[in-house]
Nanobody, 128 residues
Framework: QVQLVESGGGLVQAGGSLRLSCAASGRTFSSYVMGWFRQAPGKEREFVAA????????YYADSVKGRFTISRDNAKNTVYLEMNSLKREDTAVYYCAADAAPRSKWAVTDKEYDYDYWGQGTQVTVSS
């Protein structure tokens, strides 16, 4: 089992920045794919970003490309989501997830069903 704990959410004004953290514990492996998803009230959960833990290649949703950056610190078993130029539409609960069985060593995925473990979520609210 893998445990994921998100932190860093909060209230921020539009145009501001916020960094989310996801600390992993338990059975973690360098072959995992780590992803961020978000869910706004009344909407379905949507993909935000993913990173291949082993090689560091990344993939972003079009809605956040150029504004958000996903990264990882292997020594701390932590993945980050740096969010810049925040918009009110970014308001959501943000979830960290781990794909324990990547389809290849280079894999990144935006498919929710590929992810095996999920954190509890952290609230991000962007105000005007």
């Amino acid at each position: 089992q893998v445990q994921l704990v998100e932190s860093g959410g909060g209230l921020v004004q539009a145009g501001g920045s916020l960094r989310l953290s996801c600390a992993a514990s338990g059975r973690t492996f360098s072959s995992y794919v780590m992803g961020w998803f978000r869910q706004a009230p009344g909407k379905e959960r949507e993909f935000v970003a993913a990173i291949n833990w082993r090689y560091g290649n990344t993939y972003y949703a079009d809605s956040v490309k150029g504004r958000f950056t996903i990264s990882r610190d292997n020594a701390k078993n932590t993945v980050y989501l740096e969010m810049n130029s925040l918009k009110r539409e970014d308001t959501a609960v943000y979830y960290c997830a781990a794909d324990a069985a990547p389809r290849s060593k280079w894999a990144v995925t935006d498919k929710e069903y590929d992810y095996d473990y999920w954190g509890q979520g952290t609230q991000v609210t962007v105000s005007s």
